[in-house]
């Protein structure tokens, strides 16, 4: 069964860097473009932007460029989100999702990772 | 402000038929852009319920249905459950976004 496992929550500081992982399994993962997603508190789904990890050739939806980085290594499975300075804002749970193929539909999720910034 | 626009909350009784509007623009759906739908439980990760318009994923349901016309998509749930009440998202893509992957703001289903 294709899985998604993310790591576990973070509390940081405001300032603070921080990088989550999510790793797959049960499938070729350098050969299927890997989407990061985020939901605010109460909020709903917002498209952060998509890796493919055989080259890692990326992605960021407007919104997101340059606030976050978007990481992969396929000898590990894992695609990584980073940020290099933590804000209040950047509180929200973050999924991964398989896509099916570049363009299509989020086929697999991983259970999320919540990341508390507060100071 | 997504740039799919669903309601806020749709409810019903168990029983009866809601539907779900998602609504985009040429940039979107009208775009050629297919329309894929998920489910969110409340404190679960979404689900894939929908893809390509109109096809239901493994496992899911007859109960949901869904189509797409022009710059918008419907889903559809008939014969509504207790299980079904859950957030309910469209996603698609769009060309002033540079492609980018686009999520409506989300519909809360309530069974009464």
């Known amino acids: 069964e294709v899985q998604l496992v993310q790591s576990g929550a973070e509390v940081k500081k405001p300032g603070e860097s921080l990088k989550i992982s999510c790793k797959g399994s049960?499938?070729?993962?350098?050969?299927?473009?890997i989407a990061w997603v985020r939901q605010m508190p109460g909020k709903g789904l917002e498209w952060m932007g998509v890796?493919?990890?055989?080259?890692?050739?990326?992605r960021y939806g407007p919104a997101f460029q340059g606030q976050v980085t978007i990481s992969a290594d396929k000898s590990v499975s894992t695609t990584y989100l980073h940020w290099s300075s933590l804000k209040a804002s950047d509180t929200a749970i973050y999924y991964c999702?398989?896509?099916?193929?570049?363009?299509?539909?989020?086929?697999?999720w991983g259970q999320g990772t919540l990341v508390t910034v507060s100071s | 402000q997504s740039v799919l626009t669903q309601p806020p909350s749709v409810s019903g009784a168990p029983g009866q038929r809601v539907t779900i509007s998602c609504t985009g623009s040429?940039?979107?759906?009208?775009?050629?852009?297919?329309v894929h739908w998920y489910q969110q439980l409340p404190g679960a990760a979404p689900k894939l319920l929908i893809y390509?318009?109109?096809n239901r994923a493994l496992g899911v349901p007859d109960r949901f249905s869904a189509s797409k016309s022009g710059t918008s998509a419907s889903l559809a749930i008939t014969g509504l459950q207790a299980e079904d009440e859950a957030d309910y998202y469209c996603?698609?893509?769009?060309?002033?976004?540079?492609?980018?992957?686009?999520f409506g703001g989300g519909t809360k289903v309530t069974v009464l």
């Open positions: 999702a398989r896509l099916v193929h570049s363009g299509g539909w989020c086929v697999s």
């Open positions: 049960d499938y070729s993962f350098a050969n299927y473009w």
């Open positions: 890796i493919y990890p055989d080259d890692s050739d990326t």
């Open positions: 040429s940039s979107n759906i009208g775009a050629g852009y297919d």
């Open positions: 390509d318009n109109i």
């Open positions: 996603q698609s893509y769009d060309t002033s976004l540079s492609g980018s992957g686009v």
